[in-house]
Each structure stands twice: as structure tokens, then as C-alpha cells.
């Protein structure tokens, strides 16, 4: 097949150089057109043959996921490989019906568990993450943490007028990856978040994705985010490198801004989240979501050993989400945040 392959070549390329006029020295030189056809004839025909192979630069179709053996096993689901070599399980609380303001929440929205691996050497991980849990899970699970060497870093609300009332406790964790996740599927135990295989999502009568202007959203914000469900999700990294005990904290461990966009109906949506920002523009902040009728809920640290220090200031707002989106950004524009993507 080789040697086929080669033969046609030979008498494309012998075909094409004939093609020549003689200059005026006597001497023969190959039209353009001539090189260009000759050209594509022998590449064409070294890729049909196999002889060639071709690299195109492209996007990967998935992030590679990063190993960590036993821990799926105890977590009892499939992790998501994040950028930064980072494996995240997220537990929705699917179990819990909370309103805020009126507003029936989404997990995707403000109710979604998760905890997230990195390897930082040999047999050694770090974890994070943040549970989603009614007032009386709190004790129960913390108990179960600590007592699997889970340290609790925060312990706050995040939105104001929920119904049931619900709190988020944040945890950090270094050792054997396997080892805390048995230890954090004990924790959960202790709770009601279901742990069994994620169900797929019932169907709603509440207002679609469709109700909302995810590029109007996009446009304002000059950040593109993705549908979890029916909210849209954005996420902004900030620009310096955050550490956490001298290891670095990629922005997929939780340290990154984010805004969720659930639709409300007519164009509106209920919106929060989170911005992570320096000492310096806490106030900044304020001043610019305060100017675009949204309110600060809560403002608190989520670790205990991070370089630099950053608050976390969670946020509420029903609006027109193409207005509202305008408004974040705004404030994005007071912090340090990565905003020419």
C-alpha cells in the first residue's frame, strides 16, 4: 500500500513539475499554480495512504480527571473533573423545599453541597467544600466531621428570609483523599442529603431557561456562565494566586465569584451567590450592588489559612436579569476579578 502510495506521488509530483515555461536564460521555472496543485496532489495523497499524520490544535472534548482511588467508592457517585486538577462531587438538596422572598430555591441555585479533591504530594490531598444543612444537621454533622479530622472553617447563612431556615458549613481537610471522603460520607449520614445515585431532575411548571436572556446576561456581564437545570451559573476567578497552608486553592475549590441566575418569569430572575474579594473592596462592593437595588445578605470568610485574606459577600436580588447583570458587573469592576476573558 506504502509503495502504491508512493508510486502515485512520484507521478503527480513528476506530472505537476513539467508544467514550466523557460525564462529568458534558457532556464525553467515552475508556475505558481502549478507548486500550489502539486502541492495539496502529494499531501492528499500521503494522509489517504497513512503516511502522514495530522495534530490539529483543538479544545480537549473534557477535562482529564484526576485519580483518586477509593474516594468515588465511599462517596458513592462520579466526581467532575475541574480545571486545576481538581475532582468535585456536588450532593443538590433535592429533599428540601426552601423559599426565599417568595421564591421557591433551586439547588443549582443556593441548596448544592459539594467537596472538592487535589492531590498536594505523594498520598497526600486536599479537600474543601461547603454543606448545605436545615439547623438541626448542623451539630450532628459537625460532630461527625470532627471526629474524622474534617475541620469546620465557617459555620453562617447565606441568604436572609428562608423557609426552612438553612445553613452552610464549610470544611477543610489534608490527608488520605479516601479517608476524608469515608469521613464526609459519615458526616452526610447525619444529615438528609441524599447520597444514592443523583436523580434526574423532576419536571417543573416553574419558569424555563427559556424565560431567561442568558446572552443579554453574557453581554452585560462581558462573562459567558452555563446552564446547571434552568440556572445559570457564572463563575469569576480572580486574578492573584490564593493559597491555603503554602498549597494553591484553584478558583474550582470555591474561591472564585459567583452569580446564579434562576428565572422568576417575564425576564426576571432570583439571583445569588458569592464575591470573593480582598479587605479593600469589601465596601466597594457594597456601594455598587446598593446602587443597582441588590442586597448584601451576608459578609464572612470561608477558610481559616488562606494567602491572601478574602471575604465572602453573598447577595440577593428579583429583577429584570439582563438589568440585574449589568449591576454585578459593576461591582465585578471594583475587585481584582479576571474580566478579559
Not at 429533599?95 to 459539594?114: E, H, I, N, Q, R
Not at 470544611?171 to 452526610?188: E, I, N
Request: proline fraction near 5%; aromatic fraction near 4%.
Amino acid at each position: 500500500m506504502h509503495r502504491l502510495a508512493m508510486a502515485q506521488t512520484k507521478h503527480v509530483y513528476h506530472n505537476r513539475i513539467t508544467d514550466r515555461k523557460p525564462d529568458r536564460c534558457g532556464l525553467a521555472v515552475v508556475t505558481l499554480r502549478s507548486l500550489m496543485i502539486n502541492a495539496r496532489s502529494i499531501f492528499s495523497t500521503l494522509v489517504s495512504a497513512g503516511l502522514m499524520s495530522i495534530a490539529i490544535s483543538s479544545p480537549a472534548a473534557g477535562q482529564a480527571s484526576p485519580t483518586f482511588p477509593g474516594v468515588e467508592e465511599a462517596l458513592g457517585r462520579k466526581g467532575a473533573a475541574q480545571p486545576g486538577e481538581v475532582l468535585k462531587f456536588s450532593f443538590p438538596r433535592s429533599d428540601l423545599s426552601v423559599t426565599a422572598d417568595g421564591v421557591m430555591l433551586k439547588p443549582a441555585l443556593a441548596l448544592g453541597s459539594w467537596a472538592a479533591f487535589k492531590h498536594i504530594g505523594t498520598g497526600q490531598s486536599m479537600a474543601m467544600g461547603d454543606l448545605v444543612l436545615t439547623e438541626d444537621e448542623v451539630g450532628p454533622v459537625m460532630t461527625a466531621l470532627q471526629a474524622g479530622g474534617i475541620e469546620q472553617t465557617a459555620v453562617h447563612n447565606h441568604v436572609l428570609h428562608e423557609s426552612p431556615r438553612v445553613m452552610y458549613v464549610h470544611f477543610s481537610a489534608h490527608g488520605d483523599a479516601a479517608k476524608v471522603a469515608q469521613t464526609l460520607r459519615t458526616a452526610l449520614a447525619a444529615s438528609k442529603t441524599p447520597t444514592g445515585t443523583p436523580a434526574a431532575p423532576a419536571a417543573s411548571t416553574t419558569p424555563s431557561a427559556a424565560d431567561l436572556d442568558t446572552a443579554g446576561i453574557a453581554r452585560a456581564l462581558g462573562i459567558a456562565g452555563k446552564l446547571s437545570g434552568v440556572v445559570y451559573q457564572v463563575s469569576v476567578p480572580r486574578r492573584e494566586r490564593i493559597t491555603d497552608r503554602g498549597h494553591e486553592v484553584p478558583p474550582s475549590m470555591g474561591v472564585a465569584t459567583a452569580i446564579n441566575f434562576q428565572p422568576t418569569g417575564g425576564g426576571k430572575a432570583a439571583v445569588t451567590g458569592d464575591f470573593v474579594m480582598r479587605a479593600s473592596e469589601v465596601n466597594k462592593v457594597i456601594r455598587a450592588l446598593q446602587a443597582h437595588g441588590i442586597t448584601t445578605t451576608a459578609l464572612h470568610s470561608h477558610m481559616l489559612n488562606e494567602e491572601p485574606r478574602l471575604f465572602f459577600m453573598h447577595f440577593w436580588a428579583n429583577d429584570d436579569a439582563v438589568t440585574l447583570a449589568k449591576g454585578f458587573r459593576a461591582a465585578l469592576n471594583e475587585t481584582a476579578s479576571k474580566l478579559d476573558r
